[in-house]
C-alpha cells in the first residue's frame, strides 16, 4: 500500500475507481477490524475513506520487526564488555517504547511478523524481560538467605535461557495448568548468571524497561494471535507475575491490571496461579502471594497500586466457580492478613479502594455463618418434619370432625325433610278445613238469607188472608193450602198473587222452617262489566293466555330493545312448559334490570353476533363387562396359584375347611377369603376329583393343591358360605364407605336447593341474558345448568372481561349480600365425586348379602357368629338404607328444582357444574380486584408524575431515568460476575476490553461511599 501511494502522489478520486477502492481494500486488510466495525468502515462515503487512506500512508511502518529484535538481542549478548553495554543500553528504553508504538498502532501483518518463526518476537521480548528484572529477583533471594551466590563465568547468559528456543508450535492456551505446574524458568535453577551479566542487569533495572516490556507484551496480547501465544509461551505470564519484583509502583500496577484480565479468561485463573507458584519457589516466599501482601500493605502512599492489587485479588479469588476453592483461596488470603489490613483500610479516602474493598467484603464466605445456617436450616427441617406430622394428624382430625358434622347436618337435613312433609300435610288438612269452614259458612248465610225470605212471604200471606185475597186451608196431614177467593166464577190471577205462584199444596214445614236454597250461581268473571255487555245468552268466559292446559298461568315477556347490538349468550333455555315446580317459577328477572346499569351494560358487552349455540350434550356411561374365562381343572397356572395362596394362609386344609364351616373370620382374614374364592372349584373339577376318589385311588399321590380342592369342593353350599364371609368381613369397611357418599349427595343436594343467595344469582344471570338475547330469541323463562359453563365464553367489547366478570361486579356493587353465594352450598365438590348409581347398587348388594346370612341363619341357628352380625349390622344397614333412599329423593328434588332430568343428570354431571362455576366466579373476583388494584397503581403512578412533571425541572426526570436505567445494568452486571465466569470471546482487540471491565466486575454497586 505504501509504494503504492508513492506512485501515486497526485492520484485524485476523479477516474480512478479501481485503484481507490483497491487502497481501501488494502487498508481493511491491514488495520484487521472485528466484522462489526469492519462493517462500519465500509458505510464511510468516498471522501471519509480516502481521509483514512491518506492517513494510514501517515503512520507507515519505520522500521520492520527484525529490527528491534536485532537491537534487543544486542543488549542480550553476555560477550559484550561493560563500557559498550554502558553506550548500548543508553537508548535500549526509547527502543522498547518505539517496538510498543508499532506493536499497538501497526497493522495485524507487522504484528505477525514480528511473531513468526523466523524473527520469535516473543522468545526475545520475554528474555529481554527476565534480563531486565533478574537483578532484582536475585538481590531479593541474596537478601533473605544472606548467602552470597558464587558465579559459574563458563556458562552464558544464552544457555540460561535456551528453551526458549525450543520448538516453534504453540499450543492451545486452554488446558495448560498441567504444563505449568513445572514452569521455572530455566535461568533460575539451572544456571547461574555471569558477574557482568548481573551488573548489567542492575543498570537496566533502574531503568523503564520492565515497564515498557509490559506494555509490550500487553499490546501484543490486544491480538488474538498474540494472545494465544502469550498464554501458551512456557514463562511469558510467570515472567509478568515476576514484574511484580520492580520497584516502580505504577510497573505493579500495570502488571496486576494484566494478570487480573488473563484471570477472567477460560483457562487464564490455572495460569495466573501457576505463575505465583513459580514466584514463590523462585523469591522463596513461605506461602503463595506473600509479596503481593507486601507490596499491597507497604505501598500505602500509591493509591492506584493499591486499587489495582485490591481489584486483583477479588478477581482472583471470586472468579472461581467451585465453592470450596474459592473459600481455600479467600482464607490463603487471610493467613496473610488481608482482614485484618482491609480492616485497618475502612476509613480511607480513596473512593476506588472502599469501592473494591467493600466488593471484596461483600462476596467474602463467612463458612461460620454458612455452616450456622446449615444447622439452622437442619434444626428448621426437624421442625418442618413434626409440623407436617402434626397437620397429618390434625387432617385426619380434620377428615373426622367433617364426617362427624357432616353425618349432623345429614341428620338434621333428614329431620327437617320429615318436619316438612308433615308441615305439608298440616297445609293440606288446613286447606280442606279452610275450604269447608267457606263452604259452612256460605250455607248458613243462605239459611239465614232463606229464613229471611220465608219470614217475608208469611207476612205477605198474612196481609192478603186479611185483605180476603187468598185464603188458608189446613189439611189432616198438617200441611197447609192457599186457595185465592173465586170471584164472579173466575180465580183472580192479579199481579199481587204472582210473587207467591203457590198454587198446590204448601208443606207443613214451610211455617216452622225455611224454604230449600236456590241453586248457587254460575261462577263469572271477577270482571263483570265486561261479562255484562255480551249481547249473547250464553256466557263465554275469557280465560288468560296459557301455554298448556293444566299449568298455571305464564304471563308472555315482552322482548327487550337495546341500543347496540348485543351477543347472543348461547344458554340452553327452558321451555315455558318445563318452568313450573322450578327455581325459575319463584324469580322475577324483569325486576333485576330495574336496579341494573344496562346501558353501561350495552357499553361494555356491544358487538357482533355470535355463532350457533354450543350444543353440550351430557356425557354417557359405558359399562364395560368382563368375559369369563374357564379354566381346566388344575391347570399348571391355577395350582401354581392356588399353592402360593395357601402358603400365605399358613394352614393346613383341615383348618381352611372347619374355619369356613363355622364363618370364622378370626382364622381366615378376609382378604384370604376373597382371594380363596377365585379357586372355587369348578364343575369339571369336581367331576374328576369325584372319579378319582370312587376308583379309589390313594389321595397321597396328589399333590398338596389337589388334596386341598378334594376336601374343599366337600364342603356344603361352598359357594354360599364363601359369598357369607366376604360380606360379614367386608360389611364395616362398606358401611364406613358408603354413608359419607350418601351423606355428601344429601348435604350438597339440600344445601343448593335451599340457597337464597344462589337462587338471585341465577336471577341475575337470567335479566342480562334475555337483556342480550331477547330482540334476537326472545326472552326466555329459565335455562338449563350447563349455560353456567358459557358465561366465561361471553367476552366483552375490549375482550378483556367477560360476563361472569360483569355479573362478578354487579353482585359486589348492588347485591353484596349474595357475594358469599358459594358458602352456602355444602360438601358440592364431594358429592360431585359420587356416582350415585354405583352406591345404591353397593346397598342392594349389603341387602343381598344381609338377606343371605339371615336365611343360612335360619337354617343353622345354631351358629352364635352369624346371630350376633346379624343382631348387631341389621340396624346399621337399614339406617344406611334410609340414607340412601332420602339421598335418591333429595337429589331427584334438586334436579327437578332446576330443570333438569334425573334420568339423564347423574350426580358426576349435575354437582360438578356448581364446581365449576363456583371456582370460575372465585376467580373473577381475584381478577377484578386484581384490575382494579392495578388501575389504582396506574392512576396513583400518573399523578405522581403529574405533579413532578409541575413541580420539577424538565430536565431532572430523564436525568433520574437515566441514573435508574445505569443502576439496574450494574447490578445486573454485578449479579451475572456471581453467577458465571467471564470467558474471553477470541476477538482482536478483547483485552482492554477485559481489563477495563475489570476494573468494574466484583464491585458493589449499592454500598459506594459519598
Not at 493499591?306 to 479469588?317: D, K, L, R, T, Y
Not at 385426619?396 to 320429615?418: F, P, R, Y
Request: with cysteine; charged share 30%; glycine share 4%.
Amino acid at each position: 500500500l505504501n509504494q503504492l501511494l508513492l506512485g501515486n502522489e497526485s492520484l485524485s478520486l476523479k477516474g480512478h475507481s479501481v485503484t481507490f477502492f483497491l487502497f481501501f481494500f488494502f487498508l481493511q486488510n491491514a488495520m484487521n477490524l472485528p466484522p462489526d466495525k469492519a462493517r462500519l468502515l465500509r458505510q464511510y462515503d468516498n471522501e471519509k475513506k480516502w481521509e483514512l487512506i491518506c492517513d494510514q500512508e501517515r503512520f507507515q511502518v519505520k522500521n520492520p520487526p527484525h529490527t528491534y529484535i536485532q537491537k534487543l538481542k544486542g543488549y542480550l549478548d553476555p560477550a559484550v564488555t561493560r563500557k559498550k553495554f554502558r553506550r548500548r543500553v543508553q537508548e535500549s528504553t526509547q527502543v522498547l517504547r518505539e517496538l510498543e508504538i508499532s506493536l499497538r498502532t501497526n497493522h495485524i501483518g507487522w504484528v505477525r511478523e514480528f511473531l513468526n518463526e523466523e524473527n520469535k518476537g516473543l522468545d526475545v521480548l520475554v528474555e529481554y524481560l527476565s534480563f531486565a528484572q533478574y537483578a532484582v529477583t536475585f538481590d531479593f533471594e541474596s537478601v533473605e538467605s544472606t548467602v552470597e551466590s558464587s558465579v559459574d563465568k563458563s556458562k552464558p547468559w544464552s544457555r540460561s535461557i535456551e528453551d526458549l528456543h525450543r520448538g516453534s508450535n504453540l499450543p492451545s492456551p486452554v488446558g495448560n495448568s498441567v504444563s505449568r505446574s513445572g514452569r521455572h524458568s530455566a535461568l533460575r535453577y539451572n544456571t547461574l548468571p555471569s558477574r557482568r551479566t548481573l551488573k548489567n542487569s542492575r543498570l537496566v533495572s533502574k531503568k523503564d524497561d520492565v515497564h515498557v516490556c509490559i506494555m509490550c507484551l500487553r499490546a501484543i496480547m490486544n491480538y488474538q494471535y498474540g494472545f494465544n501465544m502469550v498464554m501458551s509461551h512456557p514463562h511469558a505470564v510467570n515472567e509478568i507475575a515476576l514484574s511484580l519484583n520492580n520497584k516502580n509502583p505504577r510497573t505493579k500496577a500495570l502488571v496486576l491490571e494484566l494478570l487480573a484480565a488473563v484471570c477472567l479468561v477460560r483457562g487464564g485463573h490455572e495460569i495466573i496461579l501457576s505463575a505465583f507458584d513459580n514466584f514463590k519457589e523462585v523469591c522463596g516466599e513461605k506461602q503463595r502471594f506473600e509479596k503481593l501482601m507486601e507490596h499491597f500493605r507497604n505501598e500505602d502512599n500509591n493509591i492506584d497500586f493499591m486499587v489495582a492489587s485490591m481489584q486483583f485479588i477479588n478477581i482472583v479469588v471470586h472468579s472461581v466457580e467451585d465453592m470450596n476453592f474459592r473459600v481455600h483461596l479467600q482464607y490463603e488470603f487471610t493467613k496473610l492478613g488481608l482482614d485484618e489490613y482491609l480492616d485497618k483500610l475502612k476509613h480511607t479516602e480513596s473512593d476506588k479502594l472502599q469501592v473494591q474493598i467493600q466488593a471484596y467484603l461483600d462476596n467474602v464466605f463467612d463458612v461460620g455463618a454458612l455452616l450456622e445456617d446449615a444447622e439452622t436450616k437442619n434444626a428448621a427441617l426437624e421442625r418442618v418434619e413434626e409440623l407436617e406430622e402434626n397437620i397429618s394428624h390434625l387432617s385426619e382430625k380434620l377428615q373426622d370432625t367433617e364426617n362427624e358434622a357432616m353425618s349432623k347436618i345429614v341428620e338434621l337435613e333428614k329431620q327437617l325433610m320429615q318436619r316438612n312433609k308433615e308441615l305439608d300435610v298440616v297445609r293440606e288438612i288446613y286447606k280442606d278445613a279452610n275450604t269447608q269452614v267457606h263452604t259452612l259458612r256460605k250455607m248458613v248465610k243462605e239459611k239465614e238469607e232463606a229464613i229471611q225470605r220465608q219470614s217475608t212471604l208469611e207476612k205477605k200471606i198474612h196481609e192478603l188472608e186479611k185483605q180476603g185475597t187468598i185464603k188458608i186451608q189446613k189439611k189432616g196431614d198438617g200441611d197447609i193450602a192457599i186457595l185465592p177467593v173465586v170471584a164472579s166464577g173466575t180465580m183472580s190471577m192479579g199481579s199481587d198473587a204472582a210473587p207467591g205462584n203457590f198454587v198446590g199444596p204448601v208443606s207443613g214445614a214451610a211455617s216452622s222452617g225455611p224454604l230449600p236454597p236456590p241453586p248457587s250461581p254460575l261462577p263469572l268473571l271477577s270482571d263483570t262489566s265486561e261479562a255484562g255487555k255480551k249481547p249473547c245468552g250464553r256466557t263465554k268466559f275469557i280465560q288468560p293466555v296459557v301455554f298448556n292446559s293444566g299449568l298455571a298461568a305464564v304471563k308472555i315477556k315482552k322482548p327487550i330493545k337495546t341500543k347496540f347490538r348485543m351477543p347472543v349468550f348461547n344458554w340452553v333455555a327452558l321451555k315455558p312448559n318445563q318452568i313450573n315446580g322450578t327455581v325459575f317459577n319463584e324469580i322475577d328477572d324483569e325486576r333485576i334490570l330495574e336496579d341494573l346499569n344496562v346501558d353501561e351494560f350495552e357499553e361494555i358487552f356491544k358487538t357482533k353476533a355470535q355463532g350457533p349455540a354450543i350444543d353440550l350434550s351430557s356425557s354417557k356411561q359405558k359399562i364395560t363387562q368382563k368375559g369369563s374365562n374357564k379354566v381346566t381343572l388344575l391347570e399348571a397356572n391355577r395350582a401354581k396359584n392356588l399353592a402360593i395362596t395357601l402358603r400365605k394362609a399358613g394352614k393346613n386344609a383341615d383348618e381352611i375347611c372347619k374355619a369356613i364351616h363355622v364363618f370364622d373370620l378370626k382364622t381366615l382374614p378376609v382378604d384370604f377369603v376373597e382371594c380363596l374364592m377365585r379357586f372355587l372349584p369348578t364343575e369339571n373339577e369336581v367331576k374328576v376329583l369325584r372319579l378319582y376318589e370312587r376308583e379309589r385311588k390313594p389321595l397321597e399321590n396328589l399333590s398338596d393343591e389337589d388334596r386341598f380342592m378334594m376336601q374343599f369342593s366337600k364342603i356344603e353350599r361352598l359357594l354360599q358360605k364363601m359369598t357369607i364371609m366376604a360380606f360379614i368381613g367386608n360389611f364395616a369397611e362398606s358401611i364406613q364407605m358408603l354413608t359419607p357418599q350418601l351423606h355428601a349427595i344429601i348435604a350438597a343436594s339440600v344445601s343448593i336447593k335451599s340457597s337464597q343467595k344462589l337462587k338471585k344469582i341465577l336471577e341475575i344471570i337470567l335479566a342480562l341474558g334475555n337483556y342480550m338475547n331477547s330482540s334476537k330469541r326472545g326472552a326466555v323463562y329459565g335455562f338449563k345448568l350447563q349455560s353456567l359453563d358459557l358465561l366465561l365464553d361471553t367476552k366483552s367489547t375490549d375482550r378483556k372481561q367477560t360476563l361472569l366478570h360483569y355479573i362478578s361486579n354487579v353482585v359486589k356493587e348492588k347485591y353484596h349480600q349474595v357475594s358469599l353465594f358459594y358458602n352456602e352450598l355444602h360438601y358440592v365438590e364431594k358429592a360431585a365425586a359420587v356416582s350415585l348409581e354405583n352406591v345404591l347398587l353397593d346397598v342392594k348388594e349389603l341387602q343381598r348379602g344381609m338377606d343371605l346370612t339371615k336365611r343360612e341363619y335360619t337354617m343353622h341357628d345354631h351358629n352364635t357368629l352369624l346371630k350376633e352380625f346379624i343382631f348387631h349390622n341389621e340396624a346399621k344397614l337399614k339406617k344406611l338404607q334410609d340414607d340412601a333412599k332420602i339421598a335418591q329423593d333429595a337429589f331427584d328434588d334438586v334436579v327437578k328444582y332446576f330443570g333438569e332430568n334425573p334420568k339423564t343428570t347423574p350426580p358426576s354431571v349435575f354437582f360438578p357444574v356448581f364446581v365449576r362455576f363456583v371456582k370460575a366466579y372465585k376467580q373473577a373476583e381475584d381478577e377484578n380486584e386484581l384490575r382494579k388494584k392495578q388501575e389504582q397503581a396506574l392512576m396513583e403512578k400518573l399523578l405522581e408524575q403529574e405533579a413532578l412533571m409541575e413541580q420539577q425541572d424538565p430536565k431532572s426526570p430523564s436525568h433520574k431515568s437515566k441514573r435508574q436505567q445505569q443502576e439496574l445494568i450494574a447490578e445486573l452486571r454485578r449479579r451475572q460476575v456471581k453467577d458465571n465466569r467471564h470467558v474471553y470471546e477470541g476477538k482482536d482487540g478483547a483485552i482492554e476490553d477485559i481489563i477495563t471491565v475489570s476494573i468494574l466486575l466484583f464491585t458493589s454497586q449499592d454500598d459506594k461511599p459519598g
